[in-house]
RNA sequence: CGGGGCGUAGCGCAGUCUGGUAGCGCACUUGCUUCGGGAGCAAGGGGUCGGAGGUUCAAAUCCUCUCGCCCCGACCA
């Protein structure tokens, strides 16, 4: 391609709405350009990466004997109603009405439509297992979309779904799509971790992330710096401390803390680290308050808490219910003596403080001395999120904690929709049995966003080879010498010959800018032409990966592109 | 949705408090010079100042309403 001729307009100044690196380099470099909050524009440099990530998709999932095919982006609402999900979704599913009233939506994820089609046409054991994918254009309304290509409201996806008689074989695709990501992901050039995950709004049970590591990233997990266990931070489980002897704690005692509501607070107040005091919050779940208690330096985790309490919502109560049904002021609350409670639930880590600081239930008092057990009773659970430095649940090993950008996600699904939407099979003995069903996504056009948060530097983008709109970039450096131009010339046609991406900087530009342009771009190959070095049949040759710089003789330069590409 | 901020040329901004000629840098067009890390000189083109209503002799500027965008919190590829 001559850059004459592309249309990839590029800026010395970063645009004020973009943060985050890789939104402020794809709309330097003349990648995107946004239309409205979260939707974008891909223009030519945009689609060539996103068309060499699908290729990569493609041709693993192809591998494994998935079948790509290519599903409606506007769905009618009643398969949505027979999956139960089109109360359940929220404002986030895009609804949509036609002339005639019909209410519609726009597909932010397929199962419904997959599972109609699979349950017209699919009668008989002999037919499975079956793997159906496609890439295509989602949208989710999403309440904040940030950070452009990070979360968007339309983005490109690829999904996947797959159809088997039994769990058994359910699993064994799971596992064969889970080797299938690190392979993709790999190929991507991006150095990632494959997490547990809590499944979320699309249901199921067993479910991976594949998270790009990246401090910029939205979601956080941990890792075992021993084992090979990694976790979403929603997810992760926090194993029970080891019982010790019970120590002998004195009797509880008043202690005055005027004004001190905030663990902070009464921490800097008492003298006290924040692991010696006791945290009450007081949560309403599916209408019932209960006291939740967590060590002062821990976190409440509310997926664990609703699972443990088998709610469907939970949330914290407002003061007015707080103050009316336990006579316990914010900030103030405490388990002993608590009422109006259905319960008292109690994270592991408060059973292994002998005598810690709770709320005394009185307006500026505080107990101190309070053990579990002895003045209070609670029922104990694992509540809270992991943090860096906890112990593994799987081995003596420690958590190391991390951020990560969500780039795929697997899940197995089990028969949650075949059951719903009557997704069903012949099985050998000729029983009607539901299918077994997993999905699998991939966020396409964050991959583009991922691969430059972890690949940039200063200059611009330091695109992975295997991702890069063109690997090579010719530049002439001066338009108004001819041996140069015709070298560069020369040069570019005997690399397109050899099927390189390759763009030649024919505009009629300095050095500088053209340096600064490719740069930003991000080819991985920059070679450099001069009538300086031309004199000596020589061009210099940069790789943008590592800032390396050597001179290269001119007919030797396609050889060590091949070599270098390889 | 709650909190904070911003809408003036393609991009980045000044001007708004204190009403009176719409301005700067980059980009763009033309000419000459320059040519290995974002050149110089000269001459140009480009604006319903987000929108609507109001106050005023006069509104980018004051008032009211509205739309859009960004950032921080609960959702997800």
Same mark, same amino acid.
């Given at each position: ?15 004020? +709405? ?14 995107? =350009? ?26 693993? #999932? ?86 452009? #290509?990070?979360?968007? =409201?339309?983005? #490109? ?22 080797? *299938? ?38 979601? %956080? ?21 080891? %019982? ?46 209960? %006291? ?103 081995? !003596? ?5 991390? =951020? ?13 929709? !075949? ?62 010498? +001819?041996?140069?131009?015709? *070298? ?28 600064? +342009? ?15 070095? #031309? ?22 330069? !396609? ?8």
């Amino acid at each position: 391609m001559r850059m004459t001729r592309l249309h990839a307009p590029t800026l010395k100044e970063t645009p004020k +709405d973009a943060e985050v690196a890789s939104h402020q380099l794809l709309v330097r470099g003349g990648f995107i =350009r946004k239309l409205a909050a979260g939707i974008y524009d891909y223009l030519p440099l945009a689609n060539r990466v996103l068309h060499k990530i699908e290729r990569i998709v493609r041709e693993e #999932l192809d591998a494994v004997g998935c079948q790509e095919v290519r599903l409606p982006m506007v769905q009618p609402a009643e398969i949505w109603e027979e999956s139960g999900r089109w109360g359940f979704y929220g404002p986030e599913l895009l609804r949509l009405k036609d002339r005639r009233g019909g209410e519609f939506c726009l597909g932010p994820t397929h199962e419904e439509v997959i599972v109609d089609l699979v349950r017209r046409d699919v009668r008989s054991w002999r037919a499975l297992p079956l793997n159906l994918y496609q890439i295509q254009t989602k949208f989710r309304d999403e309440i904040r979309p940030r950070a452009g #290509l990070m979360r968007g =409201r339309e983005f #490109l996806m690829k999904d996947a779904y797959s159809f088997d008689v039994s769990e058994a074989a359910a699993l064994e695709s799971y596992d064969q799509m889970y080797a *299938a990501y690190e392979r993709i992901f790999a190929r991507c050039g991006l150095d990632f971790r494959a997490v547990e995950a809590d499944s979320g709004a699309i249901g199921g049970s067993r479910s991976h992330e594949f998270q790009v590591l990246a401090e910029t990233g939205e979601d %956080a997990m941990v890792a075992c710096t021993h084992c090979g266990y990694a976790a979403n931070i929603e997810q992760a489980e926090v194993p029970a401390p080891a %019982a010790g002897e019970p120590a002998s704690v004195p009797s509880v005692e008043t202690v005055a803390t005027p004004g001190k509501r905030s663990i902070e607070d009464v921490s800097a107040f008492l003298g006290l680290p924040a692991a010696k005091l006791v945290k009450t919050l007081i949560v309403e779940a599916d209408d019932e308050l209960y %006291a939740v208690l967590l060590r002062g330096d821990h976190e409440l985790n509310e997926i664990k808490l609703r699972k443990h309490l088998g709610a469907a919502v939970v949330s914290l109560a407002d003061e007015k219910r707080v103050k009316q049904q336990t006579n316990a002021p914010i900030g103030f609350a405490g388990p002993v003596g608590l009422t109006g409670v259905k319960a008292i639930v109690a994270d592991h880590a408060v059973a292994g403080l002998d005598g810690g600081v709770t709320g005394a239930n009185l307006v500026d008092a505080h107990l101190a001395n309070v053990q579990a057990g002895r003045d209070y009773q609670a029922t104990f659970a694992d509540l809270r999120f992991a943090q860096d430095g906890d112990a593994c649940p799987r081995c !003596s090993g420690e958590l190391r904690a991390f =951020r990560g950008i969500e780039v795929g996600h697997v899940f197995y699904l089990g028969t949650k929709y !075949s059951d719903a939407m009557r997704c069903m099979f012949l099985d050998e003995e000729g029983k009607d049995t539901a299918m077994v069903m997993g999905c699998y996504g991939i966020g396409i056009s964050r991959i583009m966003a991922a691969a430059i948060e972890q690949h940039h530097d200063d200059n611009g983008i330091r695109w992975p080879i295997a991702l890069a709109p063109y690997t090579v970039a010719i530049l002439p450096l001066q338009m108004n010498k +001819d041996d140069v131009v015709q *070298a560069a010339e020369r040069l570019y046609e005997t690399l397109r010959g050899a099927g390189v991406d390759v763009l030649l900087d024919d505009r009629k530009e300095r050095a500088g800018s053209k340096f600064n +342009d490719a740069e930003l771009i991000g080819s991985p190959i920059i070679i450099a032409i001069g009538g300086r070095g #031309l004199a000596n049949g020589e061009v210099e040759v940069k790789l943008r990966a590592t800032g390396e710089k050597r001179d290269v003789a001119i007919d030797q330069v !396609s050889a060590f592109v091949a070599e270098h590409l390889r």
